[in-house]
C-alpha cells in the first residue's frame, strides 16, 4: 500500500506516492538496543579510524527542524570485532545541525552484521540511542538522526 503526501508545485497541489515501508523526511529515529558496551564520556573527536564517513543532520521531529549543538556519542568495535576507547567520539551537531564522522568500516562479530552505535542527547527532546547499519563496500552514509520533542 502506498502513503500519499502533498507537495506544492507553484499554485498546484500535486500527490506524490511514498512506497509502502519507506520512512518520511522527519519521522523519528526507531531507536534501537544500546547493548552492554556504551561507556559515557567518550572524547571529544571527530574521527575514531578513516575510510568510511557517517554523516547527516539532526532534527527534531517537530517541524523537521535542525538542531544546533546536540551532543551525539559513537561507539562501535574495532577491526578485531571489540569495543575499545579509541573506537568511541563525542561531538556536537554544528550550527545546520550538521554533523560528520570519519571512521573504519565496521567489522561484523558474533553473528552481527557491521554496524555503529549513536547515542544523541538534544536539549528539549528525548535521548535517542540507535545503531546505524552500513552496506558492505559502502564508503559513505549519510543519515538524518530525528529525534522527539519531550
Not at 17 to 26: H, L, N
Amino acid at each position: 500500500m502506498k502513503c500519499m503526501r502533498r507537495v506544492f508545485v507553484g499554485i498546484f497541489i500535486v500527490l506524490m506516492a511514498t512506497p509502502a515501508g519507506a520512512q518520511s523526511p522527519c519521522a523519528p529515529t526507531r531507536p534501537d538496543a544500546e547493548g552492554p558496551f556504551y561507556k559515557p564520556n567518550a572524547p571529544r573527536r571527530t574521527s575514531i579510524g578513516t575510510g568510511f564517513i557517517v554523516q547527516g543532520v539532526v532534527r527534531s521531529a517537530k517541524g523537521c527542524t535542525p538542531i544546533p549543538g546536540a551532543r551525539l556519542e559513537w561507539w562501535q568495535a574495532n577491526p578485531r570485532g571489540e569495543y575499545d576507547d579509541p573506537h568511541r567520539a563525542t561531538m556536537e551537531s554544528d550550527l545546520r545541525g550538521s554533523y560528520r564522522l570519519e571512521t573504519s568500516f565496521p567489522p561484523p562479530y558474533a553473528g552481527r552484521p557491521p554496524h555503529i552505535h549513536v547515542k544523541v542527547f538534544a536539549p528539549g527532546h528525548r535521548p535517542l540511542t540507535t545503531q546505524l547499519y552500513p552496506k558492505p563496500g559502502q564508503k559513505e552514509l549519510n543519515a538524518d538522526l530525528v529525534v522527539v520533542p519531550v
